[in-house]
T-cell receptor, first 112, second 113 residues
Framework: DQQVKQNSPSLSVQEGRISILNCDYT??????FLWYKKYPAEGPTFLIS?????DKNEDGRFTVFLNKSAKHLSLHIVPSQPGDSAVYFC???????????FGSGTQLTVLP | DAGVIQSPRHEVTEMGQEVTLRCKPI?????LFWYRQTMMRGLELLIY????????DSGMPEDRFSAKMPNASFSTLKIQPSEPRDSAVYFC???????????FGPGTRLTVT
């Protein structure tokens, strides 16, 4: 039973445009959400996070939106750059457990 | 500032052999996590330690897998005996006491033939 789902295995966007990566979750106990970026042959790198008490968190070109009622979060990258091409993982945590549950990842390709 | 260090980066071994993967967490972090990544199952948590004590090992596949954390700066994941289905990338991650973010090492790619 996948508690964190990323339904799009891949996404291609043009350089300079917006990339939107989506993530859905089923466990209402999750109260903290994170996005990781992963390049080939490297470990996942923490990108941005959001607490369940917020609906938006912004860091430079990256913004994460959380819709608790829909159990949905999204990562917006504006403007997209070729160096953003990587696999993006959504992860969720319930505070007491201190464990991350990962989605299956979305391969983002930014075309020059 | 060094991140999480894992060794070896690549390991090729024959079925039945013992494999030991090593991890040095970020200095000052008190939680350590072992993950496995496969095409079929994605990133899955195997075990995690808090203050060197195993807290949850429910993700460990079977008794062939064991993990230890003898001190705050070192952990091992051992597979004995190894099987071809253990082939995967194994990641170690650590996090600080008041942080939800986990920081990952570069991983060990294990191939069991």
């Amino acid at each position: 039973d996948q508690q964190v789902k990323q339904n799009s295995p891949s996404l291609s966007v043009q350089e300079g445009r917006i990339s939107i990566l989506n993530c859905d979750y089923t466990n209402s106990m999750f109260d903290y959400f994170l996005w990781y970026k992963k390049y080939p042959a490297e470990g996942p790198t923490f990108l941005i996070s959001i607490s369940s008490i917020k609906d938006k968190n912004e860091d430079g070109r990256f913004t994460v939106f959380l819709n608790k009622s829909a159990k949905h979060l999204s990562l917006h990258i504006v403007p997209s750059q070729p160096g953003d091409s990587a696999v993006y993982f959504c992860a969720a945590e319930s505070g007491s457990a201190r464990q991350l549950t990962f989605g299956s990842g979305t391969q983002l390709t930014v075309l020059p | 500032d060094a991140g999480v260090i894992q060794s070896p980066r690549h390991e090729v071994t024959e079925m039945g052999q013992e494999v030991t993967l090593r991890c040095k967490p970020i200095s000052g972090h008190n939680s350590l996590f072992w993950y496995r990544q496969t095409m079929m199952r994605g990133l899955e948590l195997l075990i995690y330690f808090n203050n060197n004590v195993p807290i949850d090992d429910s993700g460990m596949p079977e008794d062939r897998f064991s993990a230890k954390m003898p001190n705050a700066s070192f952990s091992t994941l051992k597979i004995q005996p190894s099987e071809p289905r253990d082939s995967a990338v194994y990641f170690c991650a650590s996090s600080g006491k008041y942080s939800y973010e986990q920081y990952f090492g570069p991983g060990t790619r294990l191939t069991v033939t």
